[in-house]
């Protein structure tokens, strides 16, 4: 993963490198607790950027994600003097949408994919990114380069025919609405779909509308989810 070389052979730069690897290994059998000690451990001992980087990792598979960032962004400002670092660009993204932070998390992305334009799974992340803001034009996008580089992942597939089927739906009722924007149905139905995709708000807003224009089970629906 890390292609850099230890600087020099001192005994606190051996013994760190004893605790790195043994990190690793407690990683390999999911003992973050253990790793993250001992990755700890080779901190106090020499200050690496990557050590942070996959300290950070560690406490990503713990859901610490707040102190997850803080040891991306510690990665990152250490290896400024030899370029940008890739890896935890991606890895503070993940954890920033973990924390919803969606507009931060996309920022990161970006970052990533500028520096590695082949990165099929940054592309997998801000596609993700997108469907949960419901912008399933560029979740698609992302989704299509995503499988282009990386077609054996079978989970992309399904989450872009995901996003395709919801695009479609919503362009439908989208169409009906412009067509006859007194189309109870047409908002009743729209809001039905934004539901239960998890738009709440935007649900809210169509049935408020549809129930304006008479439709019954708007009302039913109003009462039954946001009473």
């Given at each position: 993963r890390h292609t850099r070389y230890w600087r020099d052979w001192s005994s606190d730069v051996c013994s760190s490198d004893l605790y790195f690897n043994r990190a690793r290994t407690k990683v390999k059998i999911n003992d973050y607790n253990g790793a993250y000690d001992d990755y700890s451990s080779a901190i106090k001992l020499t200050n690496y950027d990557f050590i942070y980087d996959e300290r950070g990792d560690v406490l990503f598979e713990m859901n610490d994600f707040s102190n997850a960032i803080l040891d991306y962004s510690k990665a990152i400002n250490l290896h400024k003097d030899i370029g940008e670092y890739t890896l935890a660009y991606f890895g503070r993204g993940k954890s920033k949408y973990k924390l919803g932070?969606?507009?931060?998390?996309?920022?990161?992305?970006?970052?990533?994919?500028?520096?590695k334009s082949d990165y099929?799974?940054?592309?997998?992340?801000?596609?993700?990114v997108y469907k949960d803001q419901y912008d399933y034009e560029k979740a698609i996008v992302d989704f299509d380069k995503a499988i282009e580089l990386d077609p054996k992942d079978e989970e992309i597939v399904k989450m872009r025919n995901s996003a395709n089927v919801a695009l479609i739906?919503?362009?439908?009722?989208n169409k009906k609405i412009k067509e006859d924007p007194q189309n109870?149905?047409?908002?009743?139905?729209?809001g039905e779909h934004k539901w239960n995709r998890g738009?709440?708000?935007g649900a809210y807003e169509d049935w408020q509308k549809a129930a304006e224009l008479g439709h019954t089970r708007a009302d039913e629906a109003l009462n039954q989810n946001f009473k």
């Open positions: 932070k969606s507009k931060e998390a996309i920022e990161d992305f970006n970052k990533a994919i500028e520096l099929a799974s940054a592309y997998k992340q801000r596609g993700i739906t919503l362009s439908f009722f109870a149905s047409a908002y009743f139905y729209r738009d709440k708000s």
